[in-house]
């Protein structure tokens, strides 16, 4: 139950395949929106489903809603509330942009 | 919250019979509107065994039926990422305690899709489960929509819809309650994958009909305000500053009210008892001793309204982000703020306040930072001592010296907070890993005016209770010291005491008292500092509480008016030892009783609450320790730092 990583995209393609587009949740700008494509905490299973809890699932789109005056931590929409994470979380989340 | 009414004659025994309900749910979901709606006011809090998680426990009545209701940790996952959503886990699984026998499930209806998701993971435990949804006003009044009949088909258990805070559905929930046994559960557990977790909260979501809620408009215009870079910053510290300026400004007329009340009654007895020994325990022991600590009760309760108001509104998830950068630096998070602001006003709410930070190791380390804050206890031993040592017309540029001192001060105590939470996270536990941060922003809210009566209910109820009793003990047991023994007239007149004097009598008694012995006894710890056996005295009497010193000093001194002694101080000299005749109250020696007061842990009180919160004697000890150990180093160091520049 705790070894758990989630290495694979929504549609099973394995993670990487998504090419230059891909980038972490914590690169993106206010008001970006990004699908989630993998969640993955080097040795920390648990904090990797805990995100993925938090409603970063492979898949889900996320919305980029306002930074901390010092640019950390950030706020994100996701699953219909928002959510508040540490840059060091958020670039355990890889995302893809997209166009809205 | 006590529920010493409610249990009498009931034995504990009977208690644990009844059948166990437990909730569970996110953070925000509502589990203690719903938990406070079910038990009402006879809620226990606790801790769970060997471990720093708060507990809370309650019973509710339902027609003859009782059932013993558990608010559990809330968590977004059963995944445990903090020792206290380990203890979630371990209950669940009745690792090392009894498990539930049902469980309420507590979401929050505007956060269906990512609720739904934990409540899979509950489910698959196979306990007998009943969704309770909470914020269905609020869902509908943002256009959002659930078919409370169809979730519950679809997810195979009840479904409960309630406004937690105005009691609506409770009525019902209970009614569901009676029926736990026959409660239906899932014809095939749900996944917990989160892949496939996925798409079965889709097709749940879709077969209940849910329509999403509309983002709330005014958060989002009121977010671009307080949370910008800018702007948000400028709130948060006008928000802070009239923080403060109620606390203490709004508080003082209330307090001088308390004060007057207690002056009556001072006068009352000391015009009625005619026994000198009965008017001087009830009236400067017990009347006194209480009043002094009542004074604060004001105080208490404003800070615990502001509190639950900013909490209520929620404003204070928006301060945890906007200082979390800051509290970063000191190995802490956003939500540490919180309890390191309420112990401004006194540590033992904000200790209390530690219950919101989800890692254990988070909340020690607060817990042994908050008594560094500068609490209100210790502002009449500042006031006092600053008199002594700076001249009120003194200035330094546009600002009164005596302020500049004051603000020092309050420095000092912030700064040392800071690194001691920084020291015991680094040293405190190396092996475990950081907690992630994550922290929900729910939308603004108008707060429950029930939840803030409770808590400032709760919070004054526990401050009177815990404090009087601590006081009133440490209060008779030093007057008693300073009284005792009991001299003859033909002994003091032996002594050359002009026993006409009452004023030289009452110094006689003083000096010849087991107090003064007792100051003495320890002379040898606080001589390198500078204080005399009668400092020693008023540094021990503060060990209940610091605001006993002004008032000892003023009984050990003999001074006129014991609530100003600062005139018989200014002349005070050593009566004894290779000092003797020099004046006490010098730069360096008032320049080492600040420090000291501002480092020691003298306040019974929060020594209690400490225990209390971890549930151990092991962390009051090693704050009491560190404390009192940094507390002597540091009026060293200030009374040679001092000395080497007074000369």
């Known amino acids: 139950m705790t070894s758990r990583t989630f290495e694979q995209g929504a549609d099973g393609r394995p993670q990487g395949e998504a090419g230059g ?80 | 919250m006590s529920s010493s009414c409610h249990e009498s004659g009931q034995p504990a025994a009977q208690l644990t019979q009844l059948p166990q309900v437990a909730l ?44 013993a209701v558990e608010d559990l940790p809330g968590s977004y996952g059963l995944d445990p990422v903090s020792l206290d ?55 509908l009044r943002r256009q959002g929509a ?101 606390v203490f400004a709004l508080a003082a007329p209330l307090q001088g009210g308390v004060e007057a009340f207690f002056g009556v009654l001072s006068e009352w007895v000391s015009a009625h008892v005619t026994n000198p020994w009965l008017s001087g325990l009830f009236g400067d022991a017990l009347i006194g001793g209480v009043g002094g600590v009542l004074v604060f009760l004001p105080q208490i309760m404003l800070l ?34 919180v309890a390191l602001l309420s112990s401004f006003a006194c540590a033992i709410p904000g200790i209390m306040a530690t219950r919101t930070l989800p890692s254990a190791k988070d909340r020690i380390a607060t817990m042994m930072a908050a008594p560094l804050m500068t609490c209100a206890a210790r502002l009449p031993v500042y006031v006092v001592l600053i008199g002594l ?99 003859s007239t033909e002994q003091m007149q032996a002594a050359g005491v002009d026993t006409a004097d009452s004023a030289a009598v009452s110094a006689y008694v003083v000096d010849h008292s087991y107090a003064a012995e007792v100051g003495r006894l320890v002379a040898p710890v606080f001589d390198p500092l500078g204080f005399d056996w009668r400092i020693n005295v008023g540094v021990l009497s503060a060990q209940s509480a610091r605001e006993t010193f002004v008032a000892t000093l003023g009984q ?19 009566s004894d030892g290779p000092r003797a005749g020099e004046l006490i109250f010098t730069a360096p020696t008032i320049a080492a009783l600040l420090v000291y007061f ?7 009180a929060t020594v209690g609450v400490i225990r209390r919160e971890t549930g151990t004697w092991r962390w009051p000890l090693v704050a009491f320790g560190y404390l009192t150990v940094t507390a002597w180093l540091m009026a060293y160091l200030a009374r040679t730092v001092t000395a080497f520049f007074v000369g």
């Open chain 2, 389 to 487: 040592l700076v001249d009120p017309a003194a200035t330094f540029g546009p600002f009164g010296l005596q302020g500049l001192v004051m603000f020092g001060l309050y420095l000092l105590g912030a700064v040392s907070a800071m690194l001691a939470a920084w020291a015991f996270k680094k040293f405190g536990d190396r092996r475990s890993q950081p907690t992630p941060f994550y922290l929900e922003m729910p939308p603004y809210r108008l707060p429950s005016p029930r939840a803030v009566l409770l808590a400032v209910w709760g919070a004054a109820s526990s401050f009177l209770r815990k404090c009087s009793t601590i006081i009133v003990a440490t209060t008779m047991v030093l007057w008693l010291l300073l009284n005792l023994p009991l001299h």
């Open chain 2, 598 to 604: 501002a480092f020691a842990l003298q306040c019974m």
């Open chain 2, 146 to 246: 659930v078919d409370v009949d169809a979730l519950s088909q679809a997810l195979g258990v009840p479904v409960v819809a309630v406004v937690g805070h105005r009691g609506h559905g409770i009525a019902e929930l209970r009614e569901q309650l009676l029926d736990w046994r026959d409660w239906p559960t899932p014809v095939m557990p749900p996944p917990v994958d989160p892949g496939e977790q996925d798409a079965w909260v889709e097709s749940v979501l879709s077969y209940a009909g849910y329509r999403v809620a509309q983002p709330h408009g005014l958060t989002r215009r009121l977010d671009a305000v307080l949370l910008h870079p800018l702007l948000g910053t400028v709130v948060f510290f006008a928000v802070m500053v009239l923080f403060f300026q109620t």
């Open chain 2, 304 to 337: 615990f309204l502001l509190i639950s108001l900013l909490e209520g509104v929620g404003y204070m998830s928006r301060a945890a982000v906007l200082m979390d950068r800051v509290m970063g630096r000191a190995g802490l998070e956003g939500r540490a703020f």
């Open chain 2, 556 to 574: 050990v001194a003999a001074a006129e008016d014991p609530e100003d002694p600062a005139d018989a101080l200014r002349a005070m000299t050593y």
């Open chain 2, 85 to 139: 959503e380990q203890v979630l886990v371990d209950v669940l699984d009745g690792d090392g305690m009894r498990a539930p026998d049902a469980l309420l499930i507590v979401v929050d209806a505007t956060t269906l899709r990512r609720s739904l998701g934990f409540v899979a993971q509950v489910l698959a435990r196979g306990l007998p489960s009943c969704v309770v949804l909470t914020f269905t006003d609020e869902l």
């Open chain 1, 21 to 100: 587009g891909e980038r972490t949740l914590a690169d993106l700008t206010p008001s970006a929106t990004a699908q989630v494509v993998s969640v993955s905490v080097p040795g920390s299973p648990a904090v990797a489903r805990r995100l993925a809890d938090l409603g970063f699932t492979p898949g889900t789109e996320v919305r980029v809603l306002r930074r901390a005056p010092l640019r950390d931590p950030l706020i994100y929409q996701v699953k219909d509330y928002e959510i508040c994470l540490r840059r060091a979380q958020a670039s355990c989340v890889t995302v893809v942009e997209v166009d809205r």
């Open chain 2, 24 to 67: 569970v749910g996110a953070p925000n979901a509502g589990k203690t509107s719903v938990f406070n709606a079910l038990t009402g006011l006879n809620a226990k809090t606790g801790n769970y065994p060997g471990v720093t998680v708060a507990r809370f426990a309650g019973t509710c009545r339902v027609g003859d039926r009782k059932f």
